[in-house]
């Protein structure tokens, strides 16, 4: 008797609703799949412009280096092509602009180097330091490695099958 019940029910006469809010939430989900690309391209061209602005801005001197890692100084500018001194008098190559990965900035001292200032410090060093103190940073520094296995105690013992 159930059985006709079904049946009865899904003749045509029953209305069901289908799903009317599927449509709703197939646009939310279009959305927010393109809000979600466009965020993650727009960081991408962010630093795909700075790169350029950077690329744009180079002048002989600088020194830079290249995306697979040499270093050299831009000796001379064309319009896409960059030429690089490896060493000072040595070779020169030439690179596409592009491939000029970064600036490589020199080092900055707070202070001018005086050898004199460093001498005197050696020496004020080497007088507060005695020598037992200086025996004693060494051996604390030096690791005992023996050159065989035979000094180290053994791990099992020899009547215990191997285990895997």
């Keep these: 008797m159930e059985l006709n019940a079904v049946l009865a029910a899904t003749d045509g006469t ?8 599927s449509g709703y ?4 989900l279009i959305i927010g799949a393109a809000a979600a690309f466009w965020l993650m391209t727009r960081r991408s061209r962010k630093q795909q412009k700075a790169q350029q ?3 744009n801005q180079l002048e002989p001197g600088d020194e830079v280096m290249t995306a697979s890692g040499m270093i050299g100084t831009v000796v ?7 030429t690089l001194e490896s060493t000072p008098g040595g070779g ?9 990965a970064k600036k490589i900035e020199p080092p900055v001292d707070d202070e ?11 020496e004020q060093d080497d007088a507060a330091v005695s020598d037992a103190e200086r025996i004693a940073r060494a051996n604390d520094a030096v690791i005992d490695v023996p050159d065989d296995l035979s000094s180290l105690p053994p791990t ?9």
């Design 112 to 122: 001018p180097y005086d050898e004199q200032d460093e001498a005197s410090y050696d």
């Design 76 to 82: 001379e500018i064309d319009d896409d092509a960059i």
């Design 53 to 55: 602005e950077f690329r």
């Design 14 to 21: 029953a209305t069901a609703s289908t799903g009317g809010g």
């Design 25 to 28: 939430f197939s646009w939310i």
């Design 92 to 100: 020169r190559t030439r690179w596409v602009r592009a491939a000029i």
């Design 156 to 164: 099992r013992g020899d009547d215990e099958p191997d285990r895997k």
